[in-house]
């Protein structure tokens, strides 16, 4: 197939051209849509922008990037180590509270009584009764309304 | 304008430098030498005036605010083109069917170009054909190609941008343009065929 007849005719479409002055308008309409795009744009990406354009100026010596890091990751050593420790200490003795005192004295051999397995009929067994099988206990028990008092508030 | 295409490659890139050295003055003279090429890219892509100047506009805006990422591995020429033909398509393929031509007038010096003497009356003076009759006929002709047919035609044909350059703009190899090309000249013989010299 020959392609240059259709080629050229074709290549008539290049005396399309656009009004007189276009191009010299075009330059002056591109910069005020730049100008009316920056008004346009939201304060966040302005500023962002700003920082951005800050950084390439903001000149910080090498070694202080190196003396930041150290020290980050000493600080993160130091509370590591310590603050579960304490925390968990803490937290331990909070939720464990005995009944009874610990006996504060030392167990040793000469401490330890013989144990008898006679039942001593002089003391009185004490009879037993709710109050003394469930110890007081301190939760509010939850009331059916019909029970509440009528002034109560 | 076509002659400062010409010019060393390399004065492009100073140029390019200085822009994103942050001389904005730089990307006017860019914004000077490659808004008429770019303009004919985009205009006979679209058939409309007011399409192809806003796009134009976006174009550039596009190239200003990517200027950094530049890092010339391709020529200034080249990227500029890319960003235009990507936009373009893009563009095309949103407005769809959505068409409503707005074509310039045909400079008066198209009568005096013995192309269009010869297209025109065909050997037959009783059968001219007058100009927008055939700018109608050719813009009705482009538009029924497919936007990948109808960019080849538009830098090869009317443009005068090399088989190579094309292939290096679109990222496609050589041989994919020159088909291209053959399978669009023959849709538009088909449509054109009055204006076919014998």
Redesign the interface.
């Known amino acids: ?1 020959n ?1 240059e ?15 007189e002055g ?2 010299q308008d ?2 002056h ?2 910069h005020r ?2 100008r009316a ?1 920056l008004l346009n744009l939201p304060l966040s990406t302005l500023i962002m922008e700003r920082l951005l354009g800050l950084i390439p100026e903001f000149r910080v010596p090498a070694m202080a990037f190196a003396g930041a890091a150290a020290v980050a990751i000493i600080a993160s050593l130091a509370i590591i180590r310590e603050t579960p420790r304490n925390e968990m200490a803490r937290a331990y003795s909070a939720s464990y509270t005995p009944t009874r005192p610990y006996s504060q004295a030392p167990v040793t051999i000469h401490n330890i009584q013989p144990v008898s397995l006679r039942i001593n009929m002089d003391q009185q067994i004490q009879p037993q009764n709710a109050s003394t099988l469930f110890p007081p206990s301190y939760l509010l028990q939850a009331r059916p309304v019909s029970h509440e008092s009528p002034l109560s508030f | ?1 076509t002659a400062d295409l010409d010019s060393p490659l390399n004065n492009d890139m100073e140029l390019v430098a200085r822009t994103q050295g942050g001389d904005p003055e730089a990307f ?1 003279e860019l ?2 030498k490659y ?2 090429r770019l ?2 890219l985009v ?2 892509m679209t058939s409309n ?1 007011e399409d ?2 806003d796009l ?2 976006d174009i ?2 596009k190239a ?1 605010r990517s200027m950094a990422n530049f890092r010339g591995n391709s020529s200034f020429y080249t990227w500029m083109h890319s960003i235009a033909v990507n936009m373009t398509i893009n563009f095309l393929k949103k407005r769809n069917r959505r068409q409503h031509p707005s ?5 008066s ?2 009568e005096n ?1 013995p ?2 003497i ?2 025109t009356s065909n050997g037959d003076p009783t059968k001219e054909v007058s100009i927008h009759e ?2 109608k006929k ?2 009705a002709a ?1 538009q029924k190609l497919s936007h990948d047919h109808r960019i080849v ?1 538009t830098m090869f ?3 005068g941008i090399a088989h190579a350059e094309i292939a290096k703009i679109l990222k496609i190899s050589e041989g994919t343009v020159r088909s291209r ?2 399978y669009a ?2 849709l ?2 088909n449509s ?1 065929h009055e ?3 014998n």
Request: charged share 25%; no cysteine.
């Open positions: 197939m392609h007849p259709m080629h050229k005719i074709i290549k008539l479409k290049r005396y399309e051209q656009p009004p276009y191009y075009f330059l309409e591109f849509r730049q795009e | 304008m006017d914004i000077v808004t008429p303009y004919g205009y006979h005036h192809t100047n134009l506009q550039f805006s200003y074509l310039n007038d045909p400079d010096n198209i170009d192309d269009f010869a297209a055939l700018q050719l813009n482009m035609v044909d009317i443009q090309l053959f000249h023959r538009l013989q054109l204006f076919k010299r």
